[in-house]
T-cell receptor, first 113, second 114 residues
Framework: DAGVTQSPTHLIKTRGQHVTLRCSPI?????VSWYQQVLGQGPQFIFQYYEKEERGRGNFPDRFSARQFPNYSSELNVNALLLGDSALYLC????????????FGEGSRLTVL | AQSVSQHNHHVILSEAASLELGCNYS??????LFWYVQYPGQHLQLLLK??????LVKGIKGFEAEFIKSKFSFNLRKPSVQWSDTAEYFC????????????FGKGTKLSVKP
Protein backbone atom coordinates (compact mmCIF):
# COMPACT_ATOMS: atom_id res chain seq x y z
CA ASP A 1 0.00 0.00 0.00
CA ALA A 2 1.19 3.50 -0.78
CA GLY A 3 1.99 5.66 2.20
CA VAL A 4 1.23 9.33 2.64
CA THR A 5 2.54 11.28 -0.31
CA GLN A 6 3.40 14.95 -0.32
CA SER A 7 4.35 17.37 -3.06
CA PRO A 8 6.49 19.18 -3.77
CA THR A 9 9.36 17.74 -1.74
CA HIS A 10 11.41 20.92 -1.86
CA LEU A 11 10.62 24.46 -2.87
CA ILE A 12 12.10 27.93 -2.59
CA LYS A 13 9.99 31.05 -2.36
CA THR A 14 10.63 34.71 -1.62
CA ARG A 15 9.05 36.80 1.08
CA GLY A 16 5.49 37.86 0.32
CA GLN A 17 4.79 35.01 -2.07
CA HIS A 18 2.16 32.33 -1.68
CA VAL A 19 2.69 28.57 -1.45
CA THR A 20 0.43 25.53 -1.81
CA LEU A 21 1.48 22.17 -0.44
CA ARG A 22 -0.36 18.99 -1.30
CA CYS A 23 -0.95 15.72 0.50
CA SER A 24 -2.53 12.39 -0.41
CA PRO A 25 -3.44 10.21 2.59
CA ILE A 26 -3.22 6.46 2.87
CA UNK A 27 -6.18 4.79 1.18
CA UNK A 28 -9.04 4.46 3.65
CA UNK A 29 -7.79 7.24 5.92
CA UNK A 30 -10.27 10.07 6.27
CA UNK A 31 -8.29 12.38 8.52
CA VAL A 32 -5.40 14.57 7.43
CA SER A 33 -3.29 16.70 9.73
CA TRP A 34 -0.59 19.25 8.96
CA TYR A 35 2.45 19.93 11.10
CA GLN A 36 5.31 22.42 10.83
CA GLN A 37 8.76 21.29 11.89
CA VAL A 38 11.41 23.93 12.31
CA LEU A 39 15.03 22.79 12.51
CA GLY A 40 15.85 21.52 15.99
CA GLN A 41 12.23 21.38 17.13
CA GLY A 42 9.50 18.81 17.19
CA PRO A 43 6.56 19.01 14.79
CA GLN A 44 3.98 21.66 15.68
CA PHE A 45 0.29 21.14 14.91
CA ILE A 46 -1.24 23.43 12.29
CA PHE A 47 -4.56 21.87 11.17
CA GLN A 48 -6.61 18.71 11.23
CA TYR A 49 -9.32 17.85 8.74
CA TYR A 50 -11.73 14.94 8.93
CA GLU A 51 -14.38 14.20 6.36
CA LYS A 52 -13.65 17.57 4.73
CA GLU A 53 -14.33 19.52 7.92
CA GLU A 54 -11.78 21.34 10.03
CA ARG A 55 -11.50 19.56 13.36
CA GLY A 56 -8.63 21.42 14.90
CA ARG A 57 -6.41 24.43 14.41
CA GLY A 58 -3.08 25.18 16.05
CA ASN A 59 -1.63 28.51 17.04
CA PHE A 60 -0.80 29.78 13.56
CA PRO A 61 -1.77 33.09 11.92
CA ASP A 62 -4.61 33.42 9.42
CA ARG A 63 -2.04 33.41 6.62
CA PHE A 64 -2.19 29.63 7.01
CA SER A 65 -5.22 27.86 5.60
CA ALA A 66 -6.09 24.37 4.47
CA ARG A 67 -8.82 22.32 2.95
CA GLN A 68 -9.67 18.69 2.32
CA PHE A 69 -11.17 17.41 -0.88
CA PRO A 70 -13.84 14.71 -1.44
CA ASN A 71 -11.08 12.15 -2.14
CA TYR A 72 -9.58 13.06 1.29
CA SER A 73 -6.48 14.65 -0.18
CA SER A 74 -5.55 18.00 1.29
CA GLU A 75 -3.86 21.30 0.55
CA LEU A 76 -2.05 23.63 2.90
CA ASN A 77 -1.83 27.24 1.76
CA VAL A 78 0.40 29.90 3.20
CA ASN A 79 0.04 33.52 2.09
CA ALA A 80 2.43 36.46 2.45
CA LEU A 81 5.38 34.23 3.26
CA LEU A 82 7.82 35.30 5.94
CA LEU A 83 11.39 34.15 6.49
CA GLY A 84 10.18 32.38 9.63
CA ASP A 85 7.89 30.15 7.57
CA SER A 86 10.96 28.25 6.37
CA ALA A 87 10.42 24.74 7.69
CA LEU A 88 9.56 21.15 6.91
CA TYR A 89 5.81 20.80 6.48
CA LEU A 90 4.53 17.37 7.39
CA CYS A 91 1.26 15.81 6.43
CA UNK A 92 -0.11 12.89 8.40
CA UNK A 93 -3.16 10.74 7.88
CA UNK A 94 -5.21 8.52 10.16
CA UNK A 95 -8.41 6.53 10.05
CA UNK A 96 -10.22 8.61 12.64
CA UNK A 97 -10.07 12.13 13.95
CA UNK A 98 -9.35 11.42 17.61
CA UNK A 99 -6.26 9.29 17.43
CA UNK A 100 -2.61 10.09 17.78
CA UNK A 101 -1.67 7.12 15.64
CA UNK A 102 -0.58 9.13 12.67
CA UNK A 103 1.10 8.05 9.48
CA PHE A 104 3.45 10.73 8.26
CA GLY A 105 4.66 11.65 4.81
CA GLU A 106 8.22 12.62 3.96
CA GLY A 107 7.38 16.30 4.14
CA SER A 108 7.72 19.38 1.97
CA ARG A 109 10.76 21.48 2.75
CA LEU A 110 10.01 25.15 2.23
CA THR A 111 12.75 27.74 2.12
CA VAL A 112 11.75 31.40 2.14
CA LEU A 113 14.40 33.86 0.98
CA ALA B 1 0.26 25.73 28.61
CA GLN B 2 0.20 22.13 27.49
CA SER B 3 3.71 21.03 26.64
CA VAL B 4 6.04 18.06 26.40
CA SER B 5 9.63 18.07 27.64
CA GLN B 6 12.38 15.77 26.51
CA HIS B 7 15.38 16.08 28.75
CA ASN B 8 18.16 14.98 26.46
CA HIS B 9 18.99 16.68 23.18
CA HIS B 10 21.64 14.21 22.04
CA VAL B 11 22.52 10.85 23.53
CA ILE B 12 25.55 8.85 22.43
CA LEU B 13 25.79 5.18 23.39
CA SER B 14 27.84 2.15 22.44
CA GLU B 15 26.12 -0.95 21.11
CA ALA B 16 24.65 -3.16 23.82
CA ALA B 17 24.31 -0.27 26.26
CA SER B 18 20.95 0.33 27.91
CA LEU B 19 18.83 3.27 26.88
CA GLU B 20 16.42 5.48 28.74
CA LEU B 21 15.03 8.66 27.21
CA GLY B 22 13.04 10.96 29.44
CA CYS B 23 9.70 12.54 28.60
CA ASN B 24 7.47 14.65 30.83
CA TYR B 25 4.18 16.30 30.02
CA SER B 26 2.65 19.31 31.68
CA UNK B 27 -1.04 18.50 32.17
CA UNK B 28 -2.66 16.33 34.79
CA UNK B 29 -5.82 15.28 32.98
CA UNK B 30 -6.52 12.50 30.54
CA UNK B 31 -3.67 11.92 28.12
CA UNK B 32 -2.73 9.56 25.35
CA LEU B 33 1.02 9.13 25.02
CA PHE B 34 3.23 8.22 22.10
CA TRP B 35 6.81 7.78 21.03
CA TYR B 36 7.64 8.40 17.39
CA VAL B 37 10.96 7.63 15.73
CA GLN B 38 12.62 9.09 12.66
CA TYR B 39 15.44 7.02 11.20
CA PRO B 40 17.94 8.85 8.98
CA GLY B 41 16.35 9.69 5.64
CA GLN B 42 12.97 8.26 6.61
CA HIS B 43 9.65 9.65 7.71
CA LEU B 44 8.34 9.79 11.25
CA GLN B 45 6.79 6.52 12.38
CA LEU B 46 5.03 5.32 15.49
CA LEU B 47 7.18 3.36 17.93
CA LEU B 48 4.64 2.73 20.68
CA LYS B 49 1.56 4.18 22.31
CA UNK B 50 -0.27 4.29 25.64
CA UNK B 51 -4.00 4.88 25.94
CA UNK B 52 -4.98 3.11 29.15
CA UNK B 53 -4.43 -0.09 31.14
CA UNK B 54 -1.01 -1.57 31.86
CA UNK B 55 1.34 1.40 32.26
CA LEU B 56 4.23 -0.60 30.79
CA VAL B 57 3.79 -0.73 27.05
CA LYS B 58 5.88 -2.55 24.50
CA GLY B 59 6.55 -1.34 21.00
CA ILE B 60 8.44 -2.41 17.97
CA LYS B 61 12.12 -3.39 17.89
CA GLY B 62 12.35 -4.19 21.60
CA PHE B 63 11.42 -0.73 22.86
CA GLU B 64 9.17 -0.21 25.86
CA ALA B 65 7.87 2.77 27.79
CA GLU B 66 6.44 3.23 31.26
CA PHE B 67 3.65 5.68 32.07
CA ILE B 68 4.02 7.07 35.60
CA LYS B 69 0.99 9.26 36.20
CA SER B 70 2.27 10.72 39.48
CA LYS B 71 5.39 11.97 37.74
CA PHE B 72 3.68 12.99 34.46
CA SER B 73 6.32 10.90 32.71
CA PHE B 74 6.49 8.44 29.84
CA ASN B 75 10.12 7.36 29.55
CA LEU B 76 11.35 5.22 26.68
CA ARG B 77 13.66 2.29 27.39
CA LYS B 78 15.56 -0.42 25.61
CA PRO B 79 17.82 -2.90 27.43
CA SER B 80 20.42 -3.21 24.68
CA VAL B 81 20.70 -0.77 21.78
CA GLN B 82 21.95 -1.58 18.31
CA TRP B 83 23.64 0.59 15.72
CA SER B 84 20.37 0.49 13.73
CA ASP B 85 18.62 2.33 16.58
CA THR B 86 20.43 5.49 15.58
CA ALA B 87 17.58 7.93 15.00
CA GLU B 88 15.71 10.87 16.43
CA TYR B 89 13.04 10.03 19.00
CA PHE B 90 10.03 12.22 19.70
CA CYS B 91 7.66 11.96 22.63
CA UNK B 92 4.13 13.18 21.88
CA UNK B 93 0.92 13.68 23.84
CA UNK B 94 -2.75 14.14 23.07
CA UNK B 95 -4.53 15.92 25.87
CA UNK B 96 -8.14 14.95 26.59
CA UNK B 97 -10.68 16.37 24.15
CA UNK B 98 -8.16 17.81 21.74
CA UNK B 99 -8.93 15.44 18.88
CA UNK B 100 -5.84 14.58 16.89
CA UNK B 101 -3.73 17.51 18.05
CA UNK B 102 -0.48 15.81 18.93
CA UNK B 103 1.91 17.91 20.97
CA PHE B 104 5.50 16.88 20.36
CA GLY B 105 8.62 17.30 22.40
CA LYS B 106 11.74 18.74 20.79
CA GLY B 107 13.18 15.31 20.15
CA THR B 108 16.24 13.39 21.29
CA LYS B 109 18.88 12.39 18.79
CA LEU B 110 20.34 8.97 19.59
CA SER B 111 23.69 8.00 18.12
CA VAL B 112 24.82 4.41 18.65
CA LYS B 113 28.48 3.67 18.08
CA PRO B 114 29.23 0.23 16.60
Amino acid sequence: DAGVTQSPTHLIKTRGQHVTLRCSPISGHKSVSWYQQVLGQGPQFIFQYYEKEERGRGNFPDRFSARQFPNYSSELNVNALLLGDSALYLCASSRSSNTGELFFGEGSRLTVL
Amino acid sequence: AQSVSQHNHHVILSEAASLELGCNYSYGGTVNLFWYVQYPGQHLQLLLKYFSGDPLVKGIKGFEAEFIKSKFSFNLRKPSVQWSDTAEYFCAVIYGGSQGNLIFGKGTKLSVKP
